[in-house]
């Protein structure tokens, strides 16, 4: 099973927007409603952001928010704030019954 | 409060054999499938393997299938990891999670503080 596809990084200005993809297949990503994003801090546990594509777990802030449009899945980070600069990573089920993360995303708030 | 306490890891030689736990605290383990996930020096995320909250089903990826074991003691709270004919590039970070409610691989909402599993001559 490939690794999910993300941009090595992303930016932007603290307050504005930025979205971050994940490119997969039918077989994952577009096949089921099984699309989450965590956050990861080097050296911190990893953070459930998103999960069934767009769904926030209690205590996210709304600033966080998912989508998908066939084989790629998106988050969108509005409001940029400099403890948003982290690691993010896709994940999705998988056809194989197995469970797929993507490359990752460095989010750099400038 | 729901918490995730690994122990475990250390430095291991290629081909030997390790054994990591993971106790659970803070909510009905046996009502929820939990997972491995590891991340290698410099490297992403990565699944390693899935297990029901009765045992009864165990998932692995291809990396790792035939080697490594995921079990868990519902009477102790404990996932456990067996991992045998360890190879250098296992050499990574490992981290245990809970699985949401209602399926047995999806998204994990609470995590191990992570484990060094350093496979070294």
């Known amino acids: 099973q490939s690794a999910l596809t993300q941009p090595a990084s992303v930016s932007g200005s603290p307050g504005q927007s930025i979205t971050i993809s994940c490119a997969g297949t039918?077989?994952?990503?577009?096949?089921?409603?099984?699309v989450s994003w965590y956050q990861h801090h080097p050296g911190k546990a990893p953070k459930l952001m998103i999960y069934d594509v767009s769904k926030r777990p209690s205590g996210v802030s709304n600033r966080f928010s998912g989508s998908k449009s066939g084989n790629t899945a998106s988050l969108t980070i509005s409001g940029l704030q400099a403890e948003d600069e982290a690691d993010y990573y896709c994940?999705?089920?998988?056809?194989?019954?197995?469970?797929?993360f993507g490359t990752g995303t460095k989010v750099t708030v400038l | 409060e729901v918490q995730l306490l690994q122990s475990g890891g250390g430095l291991v030689q290629p081909g030997g054999s390790l054994r990591l736990s993971c106790a659970a605290s803070?909510?009905?383990?046996?009502?929820?499938?939990m997972s491995w996930v590891r991340q290698a020096p410099g490297k992403g995320l990565e699944w390693v393997s899935g297990i029901s909250g009765n045992g009864g089903s165990t998932y692995y990826a291809d990396s790792v299938k035939g080697r490594f074991t995921i079990s868990r003691d519902n009477s102790k709270n404990t996932l456990f990891l067996h991992m045998n004919s360890l190879r250098a590039e296992d050499t990574a970070i490992y981290y245990c999670a809970k699985i949401i409610f209602g399926v047995v691989l999806g998204s994990m909402d609470v995590w191990g503080q992570g484990t060094t599993v350093t496979v070294s001559s």
């Open positions: 994940s999705s089920f998988t056809s194989s019954t197995t469970y797929v």
């Open positions: 039918s077989s994952d990503v577009g096949g089921y409603n099984y």
């Open positions: 803070g909510f009905t383990f046996i009502s929820y499938a």
